[in-house]
């Protein structure tokens, strides 16, 4: 880097001066790798003539590259860039690495259901270490929309329906990633993180993806603004625009969100990149006439980088030169990649972090220990009738289903991971019992019956979708059945294939496949102890098979060290204390559903369960499978002594609230203590529960220890539609439980305002 602060601005604003129009409109384009081959001619006739790229334009100006992961293409991609390049200005290079690199932690679906915020940020800086070590300058993560709708399929890389916990999942991740804001950002092989997708991706209309969103104002600065706030906070340095219309206007070339709301109130100064294609997409959704208007209209929303479309490339020279666009709207776009750059440390090194001779830094122990770890915590134990779980070393297992010796558990996001190296469950499982002790089938493909529509006829799309197992169901099934026989008890490894989830996989049904409810229903019928364990990249149906286990336990894809954390937890060398960061349906007809609803003029109680004109079903119960923050254990913790310093609060006074918490077992294990409030009366109708703390508490079998909560004036506020925050006098119920259904504690305050 420059040597001063101040240096360095004028070191830069020289550079920028001295660049032509075409190199700076250069540095807000991104290509992918097959943009930068030695053969011009391959290029001009493939990847530049498929996205239109005028031949004009000069792909040795382009400012960053996209998905190159691989640590020697990086290096040959830009030494060639550098030996073009008229000032030598690095290219930067770019990655979907949402979860991990070579090393797959779960899915963030699963992470934030650990509530080790310490931990998840650990992963950051592991996921951080991998991608500098490849070269790669920013990671597009961590995905900070709110999600409620489990049809849609980008729920797994979201940390979920809550508020509170997105905020806190948000600051931790983008400071794993990047290194605290206050001392080393950047440093010790840290990267860049981007934050997405600016805004509400997460709610699209009927879950379906790129879908509308239609939302109000008050909606989204309470819900859905939170957690991209608190990331900004935390000095997240790009922040990636939504696919989605907002305000009937597409995010991409939304100014009211992208100038008033991000870069004016939020005030955020770093590097504004669109989604895959998202400039040239506004045409499609009927808010541009063309690639020049569109291009147009993402410039004068503030965007700086164009991902992947030609809008920027064959088009700002001449709305600028024509005086629609002014040449200093460009500056500052350009500015603000240059500083991303410099601060990087990408003009002193443009192969910052690139090692080509130790590859064992991708694949090192202490990344297998944090991913182990946190897949152990991020399981959520959801059934355990009469004690079946933990496992005894003694018992014989059947391990069936498609899912017992798959390495396919890492997610749809995981393209970079290292499958090799995944662990299986049965691999986790025989480093308990001898392989004697356990016999394993399949039982059934993994995807043996899924009904496709029509517009997905192609034979390659399919045989990689179902595998080549698809006509063995039948003959699989009675051989598994038959194998079990001879088991004390069964494990059946079930769920959803990686591919139907993730981007692109919104589903109308959230039902298992058929022929792995068959396969369970009968293994039922041998009347043996069955432990189901689900890996899934959301909520799915179980209402009518979860009767069929006698424990139930969710991995979701819980990435490279999975098979193992699953082993540990089910032979008791661990104790599940992993929470829902999403809640279950019964059925679809309840979607979208959350547990923080406002309630209505005639809320269902236990008072009128039985009346007919209430907010409520008549055709299913209006609770959910399992609610939002469910998480069993093996351990049996006793909350008592519940202790309020006060039953009123000021401005200027807090109010201590504490409980015990016992562990009557014989384990030691983890419980995620949650603090929810409710504003029994205010100007804008608060939700009928809201999480705004958690401790997690580790406690010794036999152990009591005292949780406390600190409850402010802060915590009890709410935002209003013009994103001020509010407090009003009256009273506030505190609950403090296990889950937001399960309650062990309450309180009713009262809020004065002097």
Known sequence: MFKEISDEKKELKRLLSSLSLEEKIGQTVQLTSNFFSEDLH??????????????????????????VTDPSEVKKIQ?????????????????????????????????????????????????????????????????????????????????????????????????????????????????????????????????KDYNTVDMSELRFRREYLPGYIAALEANARLVMTAFNT??????????????????EELE???????????????????????KRDAAFKAAKASIDIDMMTSSYANNLKDLINKGQLSEELLDESVMRILELKNDLGLFENPFRGLDLESTGKYLDESTKNVAKELASKSCVLLKNDKHTLPLNKSQKIALVGPFGDSKLTLGFWAFTGDKDQVITLKEGVLQHISADMLHIHSGTAM???????????????RELFLGKDVNNYQ?????????????????????ENFLETGEGASKTSLMLPKDQICLLKELRKLKKPIIGVLYTGRPVILTEIEENFDALLLAWYPGTMGGQAIADLLYGEKVPSGKLSMTFPRNEGQIPIHYSQLNTGRPLNADNCNGRFISRYIDSPSS???PFGHGLSYCDFVYKNGYISSMQLSPDK??????????????????????YIRDLAADIVRPKKELVSTERVSLRANECKTVTFVVNSELISYIDKKGNTQLEPGLIELYIGRSSEDIRSQFTIDYVSS
């Open 475 to 495: 003959k699989d099934s009675h051989e598994a059945i038959k194998m079990a026989h001879g088991a004390d008890v069964i494990v059946f490894a079930f769920g």
């Open 624 to 626: 959910p499978l399992y």
């Open 447 to 461: 995807f043996s019956e899924f009904n496709f529509p029509d517009e997905f006829s192609d034979p390659a799309f």
């Open 79 to 207: 030494e060639r860039h550098l030996a073009k390049s008229r000032h030598k200005i690095p290219l930067l290079f770019m990655a979907d690495i949402v979860y991990g690199n070579k090393i797959i932690f779960p899915i963030p679906l699963a992470q934030s259901g650990s509530y080790d915020f310490n931990l998840i940020k650990l992963a950051g800086k592991e996921l951080a270490k991998e991608s500098y070590n490849a070269g790669i300058h920013v990671t597009f993560s961590p995905m900070l929309d709110i999600v409620r709708d489990p049809r849609w399929g980008r729920v797994m890389e979201s940390p979920g329906e809550d508020v509170y916990t997105v905020e806190q999942y948000a600051r931790s991740i983008v400071q794993g990633i990047q290194g605290d804001k206050d001392s080393d950002m950047f440093s010790d092989s840290h990267i860049a993180s981007c934050i997405k997708h600016f805004a509400a991706y997460g709610a699209p209309d009927s879950g």
């Open 654 to 675: 807090e109010i201590v609230l504490s409980i015990d918490i016992q562990n009557n077992s014989d384990f030691d294990g983890d419980e995620v203590v949650q603090l």
């Open 246 to 263: 907002l305000e009937g206007i597409p995010c991409t070339g939304n100014e009211w969100l992208n100038k008033e709301i991000l870069r």
């Open 268 to 290: 955020f100064d770093g590097v504004l990149i669109t989604d895959h294609s998202a400039i040239e997409e506004m045409i499609a959704h009927g808010y541009a006439v063309d």
């Open 42 to 67: 391959a290029v001009k006739t493939g990847p530049a003539a498929e996205i239109h790229l005028s031949e004009e334009f000069q792909i040795s100006q382009v400012g960053s590259v996209l998905n």
